[in-house]
């Protein structure tokens, strides 16, 4: 933005973009998934070397897995050295969660220059985006991604895609859709500076901490896809919950650009791919939206320029305070875990080995235990064992099954668990915590 263009229209798109990731930042932390890889950052430093095998859990331990988040569980860990434990927290959501904001924005305004329908693209995927700025590395693939679509956009410096590539495969196993994204940009533009980044960004990946290794992360992935249906996030979309129901008018927004010709038959190299993704699971949907949100922009595009009046300097005043206020705002929110999802009496619990459900096996892997019975690491557990998991949280007969098979002699179970309502008289019920209790077998 130009320092004599900073129009009320602008500090609509500024407001979006400072705004919307605050209410995210200040969230309870309830992501266990995030909390393993912090545990997974501070082993990493302590050792001096890079995860190439499970070092938590109880019956994979020693068994060939690679963290494909070293790079950021390298700065978890620093992070956590530095300051207060998890204090730090709320800070990285805003500064990511603004990054990822202010990146649609630029790609949004550099297509349709009218800053007010800038604002209203941004803020639809903004607002979705909200599910998205967690803790966890899941969040900085997002940036990485809208990063790559401003990066397309502009083939002069689609060299940049090069080092974003690079740090990306050592951030999030979603580096493939960085390099299906350079694929379809270009096909869609013929240009052969997109072909180069392309080539180069392949060649880069096999330079990170694993090597060509990092394709084993990516077929353990494949391999064991049947047990990601045990994670909520990678069920299909319920296009009905209003963070995820703005998907339906961006979708819209699309059609309408190739129906008015303002979008173009090479186009659909990009949209169509990303449209048809992003209706494949929860998770793709936010990462559809970011993509998908310049070719709506450019179905918004006025038919006019749009006049910009001689700008007050007062306007410069909002747009500080709305910087000063969001980020003292979000530094001055406490970062805490939600006490009912992770109970602090889990503490006592570091040297015993029972069943739990994979959202406390992160918790206790933050906490320090080296032999937890099942954390979210689906390509490392399987299908085969996330099937017998499921069943035992909702059957007594499966839970004694897995009890008996792995030689434990109880389970810590969410209240409400379902196989609470199964069990017969002779197992044992008692409260463990606000949200927690055990159940041990007749």
Not at 95 to 107: C, I, P
């Amino acid at each position: 933005m130009h320092l004599r263009r900073l129009s009320v229209r602008h500090l609509a798109l500024w407001a979006a973009v400072l705004l919307l990731p605050v209410g995210a930042a200040i969230r309870p932390i309830r992501d266990s998934s995030f909390l393993w890889h912090v545990r997974a950052g501070a082993l990493q430093i302590e050792t001096g070397e890079v995860l190439r095998s499970d070092p938590f859990s109880l019956l994979f331990a020693g068994e060939r897995w690679r963290t494909q988040s070293w790079l950021l569980e390298l700065l978890y860990g620093l992070l956590e050295t530095w300051f207060e434990p998890l204090s730090w927290v709320n800070a990285m959501r805003y500064v990511f969660g603004t990054a990822l904001v202010a990146l649609v924005a630029v790609a949004v305004l550099h297509k349709v220059e009218d800053p007010i329908r800038a604002a209203a693209v941004a803020g639809l995927v903004g607002w979705m985006a909200t599910a998205v700025i967690v803790p966890r590395p899941v969040l900085l693939s997002v940036v990485f991604l809208a990063a790559m679509v401003v990066v397309i956009d502009r083939p002069a410096v689609a060299w940049a895609a090069v080092p974003l590539m690079w740090v990306w495969a050592a951030v999030h196993g979603s580096w493939t859709l960085g390099l299906a994204l350079l694929l379809l940009a270009a096909l869609r533009s013929r240009d052969g500076r997109h072909w180069r980044a392309l080539g180069a960004g392949l060649l880069v990946v096999h330079l990170t901490a694993h090597g060509v290794a990092i394709w084993s992360i990516v077929l353990a992935f494949l391999r064991n896809r049947a047990a990601l249906q045990y994670i909520s996030e990678w069920g299909l979309p319920d296009l009905t919950d209003p963070v995820l129901a703005p998907i339906i008018l961006l979708l819209g927004g699309a059609a309408y650009g190739f129906a008015t010709k303002r979008l173009v038959l090479s186009d659909l190299w990009v949209v169509i791919p990303f449209a048809v993704y992003g209706l494949t699971s929860t998770r793709s949907v936010v990462l559809s939206a970011v993509v998908l949100a310049p070719f709506v922009a450019t179905s918004l595009r006025p038919k006019t320029t749009v006049e910009m009046p001689p700008q007050p300097v007062w306007h410069w005043g909002i747009a500080v305070a709305l910087v000063v206020g969001s980020v003292a705002f979000v530094m001055t929110s406490s970062a805490g875990l939600d006490r009912k999802v992770f109970p602090p009496e889990a503490q006592m619990l570091t040297d015993e080995t029972f069943v739990h459900d994979d959202r406390l096996g992160g918790y206790l892997i933050y906490l320090g235990h080296r032999s937890v019975f099942v954390d979210d690491r689906a390509e490392l557990y399987g299908a085969a064992f996330f099937s017998d998991y499921d069943a035992a949280l909702r059957s007594a007969d499966a839970m004694e099954s897995v009890l008996d098979r792995y030689g434990l002699s109880r389970a810590l179970v969410l209240s409400d668990q379902a196989v609470l309502r199964d069990i017969d008289l002779g197992w044992s019920v008692e409260p463990f915590s606000d949200g927690y209790s055990w159940l041990t077998p007749p």
